[in-house]
């Protein structure tokens, strides 16, 4: 496979780690060029991975190597928030979304924490009670301290239904799962989102990982292992589990625990009107309409209750959050909760969760978490008939 590698610094290191040489036994990368940052550690970076000559060129040659170059795909990984910066510059180039993939989580610690409690739970199956799956919404509205039976929460950052539910496949197959329950979170683009074609898609790799698939991801799980060394897509196999917190799994909750600030407060009108743009895709609504029915008859199979549940966000959010939109997501909802029972928990629209209670316009911190759980969990509670 040939790429053109955008990176620098760390990151760059990561990426040249993890991936194949060319000529491997495994298939391996030709790189058309790597565009860098003459960043001081650079040149050992680079002379340490046996890289020398014109294959380098610097980050201000980038048109002419997007223009002049043959290549397969284009690698990104960056520092920080500088991944967007990148991506944009691509785009604005005329690089296809579907050539692009992002390699910045490489160097996170993020990349293996669903791997380390999918094998915490898989020796502790029988201390977990009710699983937990979606995006950042259910992650910070959730307070695992504040629930009846003992959670499993496999929330988490950018989400989407198939991710969601290939955990819960992998969960609910474990052996003696003591499981009565699943909360489904859903958000008012969930129909329409694909994690896989956003620009968070980076995120795939810790489900790939883990799961040995993706879905509409540029590379699929074949090519991943022509490309990727053994060692880095194997890890999950053998990642430590000690010490993983069960209550705060990618720690943000700390965080971002803070009441919503200034410069939240100037952008909460665009931040609103503007939110489902680019998780719009249309393509991807019949899809994950299969999904979530798939998702509930699956629990069903297991004997699992199943509960759709949304989470609240500040009456801010609920105003200007386009009407169209969410009249569609409930119009697809109703639909699939007719064919399937599934109850509803529905806290979108719910009333008293102000700047107090979250860090921005529509998330929660801890204190909104902690209300919003003595909400939810009689509710489930409730649903299971109180036991």
Request: aromatic share 12%.
């Amino acid at each position: 496979m040939r790429i053109l590698l955008v990176a620098y610094g760390a990151a760059l290191d990561c990426a040249l780690s993890c991936m194949l040489p060319e000529n491997s036994a495994w298939g391996g990368v030709e790189l058309a060029a790597i565009v860098t940052v003459p960043l001081p550690q650079t040149e050992q970076i680079l002379s340490r991975h046996g890289i020398t000559g014109t294959a380098v060129r610097p980050y201000y040659e980038l048109p002419e190597c997007v223009h002049d170059l043959y290549y397969e795909y284009v690698f990104y990984a960056s520092q920080g928030n500088d991944g967007k910066r990148l991506r944009t510059d691509l785009l604005a180039l005329g690089v296809a979304k579907e050539q692009l993939v992002n390699l910045s989580l490489l160097c996170s610690d993020w990349l293996y924490n669903i791997s380390r409690l999918m094998r915490y739970y898989e020796h502790h199956t029988a201390d977990f009670q009710i699983l937990a799956t979606g995006s950042s919404y259910a992650y910070h509205a959730i307070d695992g301290h504040g629930m009846t039976l003992p959670l499993l929460n496999f929330t988490a950052d950018s989400q989407d239904l198939f991710y969601g539910y290939a955990l819960a496949r992998r969960v609910l197959a474990a052996r003696d799962t003591a499981i009565k329950a699943a909360l489904i979170n859903l958000v008012p683009w969930s129909f329409s989102y694909d994690m896989s074609r956003t620009t968070e898609n980076y995120r795939c790799f810790a489900y790939a990982s883990l799961l040995k698939e993706t879905h509409h991801f540029p590379l699929d799980w074949a090519k991943m292992q022509t490309v990727f060394r053994p060692s880095f897509l194997h890890f999950a196999k053998n990642v430590d589990d000690r010490g993983v917190d069960l209550y705060d799994l990618h720690g943000f909750k700390q965080l971002l625990n803070h009441t919503v600030d200034v410069e939240a407060f100037l952008s909460i009108r665009s931040r609103v009107t503007t939110w489902d743009e680019k998780r719009e895709f249309p393509e991807t609504e019949k899809e994950n309409e299969a999904l979530l029915v798939d998702y509930i008859q699956l629990c069903r199979e297991h004997h699992v209750q199943p509960i759709v549940f949304t989470a609240p966000v500040t009456e801010i959010f609920q105003q200007y959050y386009p009407k169209k939109s969410l009249d569609r997501f409930y119009t697809i909802l109703r639909r699939v909760l007719r064919k399937t029972g599934a109850p509803l928990l529905d806290y979108f629209q719910t009333k008293g969760f102000g700047f107090a209670e979250c860090f921005d316009v529509d998330h929660l911190n801890m204190q909104g978490a902690r209300k919003f759980t003595a909400m939810l969990d009689p509710a489930v509670m409730q649903i299971l008939g109180g036991n």
